[in-house]
């Protein structure tokens, strides 16, 4: 399984990448932790997302929300890869917003 991100653009604080993932049914999902705040909207591809809370099946329209050292796996048990269109925000950036 690989994932690739590719940044489209960034500022202080904040990015927005194209994230494609191209793990399949036979690949095992596997822990990773949310780096800040994540607003991902997935434009191509079907993923089971597993959090502490509680699991969802995400297609294109989807929009997954990640808080910062929360962790969570994907898994492809229905077929190969996706595609998302992430939007992350550093805490400190997140801050400064809600005080504002």
């Not at 994932?3 to 095992?28: F, H, L, N, P, Y």
């Not at 990640?66 to 994907?74: F, S, T, V």
Request: net charge negative; aromatic share 8%; glycine share 12%.
């Amino acid at each position: 399984m690989t994932t690739r991100e590719k940044k489209i653009v960034s500022g202080r604080g904040w990015q927005v990448s194209d994230v494609v993932c191209t793990a399949g049914v036979g690949d095992s999902p596997f822990e990773e932790e949310h780096r800040g705040f994540c607003v991902a909207a997935v434009t191509q591809g079907t993923f089971r997302y597993r959090t502490r809370e509680g699991t969802a099946m995400l297609a294109p329209g989807a929009i997954l929300l990640g808080n910062p050292g929360a962790c969570y796996e994907c898994g492809h048990e229905h077929g190969a890869g996706d595609r998302c269109l992430s939007f992350h925000f550093s805490p400190t950036y997140m801050e400064r917003i809600v005080a504002d």
